[in-house]
């Protein structure tokens, strides 16, 4: 046999043998299983709000009062001057007519009788007329009948004897047993470093400076000075004659006249 005979063999068993030997239990597959917590994660970074500039105060315009300015001068009220000589005479004028009331008479001849009218009929009330005979015997009638209730009547022989009932089981709570030999040590597991999440710092906005704007200046009004005019001096009238002022006339008083009698004599 040549010895590529033998090595075509030799790959022949070789093929036949492999697929044998793979039919083994197989482990489970391999699942890696970190040996510490897994790594604490920042919190998403969340933006601040825009920096709004706040508005600067700007005060309302207020519209400078009016300047005084005086009428302009003119020419001065005339003087008053009374009328010159005696005042005249009041004209009389006498007060309205008014009719007077008509006069009372009373009637002439004797005064009519008075006519009698009876009073209207009223009809009696009937007269009670007794019932003619004896008077019937009253009935007697007994009260409704009530059922009584029952006479309580003792139960006759001994009384029952009584019947003792323990009260029911409560199982007792199980006694503590300590464990049989020395307790194992606590083994010491440090936990992890977990480092502290960085602190917020909003950033620095230097503030404005205030603006200062002054109040406008408002001029006050001109003192008033009325115009220098030279005093009026008004003369009084003279006097009046005793009795009598200027603008009332005098009292007047009718002539009295006795009224005429009530019965025309």
């Not at 500039?53 to 207020?62: A, C, E, N, Q, T």
């Amino acid at each position: 046999m040549s010895l590529e005979g033998l090595l075509v063999l030799l790959l022949g068993v070789v093929v036949l043998i492999t697929p044998s030997l793979a039919l083994y239990p197989k482990p489970p597959p391999y699942e890696h299983k970190p040996p510490f917590p897994p790594i604490f994660k920042l919190p998403p970074f969340i933006k601040p709000p825009p920096f709004v500039k706040p508005p600067i105060y700007k005060p309302p315009f207020v519209k400078p009062l009016p300047i005084y300015k005086p009428p302009p001068y003119g020419k001065l009220p005339p003087i008053y001057k009374p009328p010159f000589g005696k005042p005249p005479k009041p004209v009389y004028k006498p007060p309205p007519y008014v009719k007077r009331p008509p006069i009372y008479k009373p009637p002439v001849g004797k005064p009519p009788k008075p006519v009698y009218k009876p009073p209207p009929y009223v009809n009696p009330l009937p007269i009670y007329k007794p019932p003619v005979g004896k008077p019937p015997k009253p009935v007697y009638k007994p009260p409704p009948y009530v059922n009584r209730p029952p006479i309580y009547k003792p139960p006759v022989g001994k009384p029952p004897k009584r019947v003792y009932k323990p009260p029911p089981y409560v199982k007792p709570p199980p006694t503590y047993q300590s464990p049989v030999g020395k307790p194992p040590k606590p083994v010491y597991k440090p936990f992890p470093y977990v480092k502290p999440p960085p602190t917020y710092k909003p950033p620095f906005v230097k503030p404005p400076k205030p603006v200062y704007k002054p109040t406008p200046f408002l001029k006050p009004p001109p003192v008033y000075k009325p115009p220098a005019f030279p005093p009026i001096i008004v003369k009084p009238p003279p006097f009046p004659p005793k009795g009598h002022f200027p603008g009332h006339p005098p009292f007047y008083k009718p002539p009295h006249k006795p009224w005429p009698p009530a019965n025309g004599n």
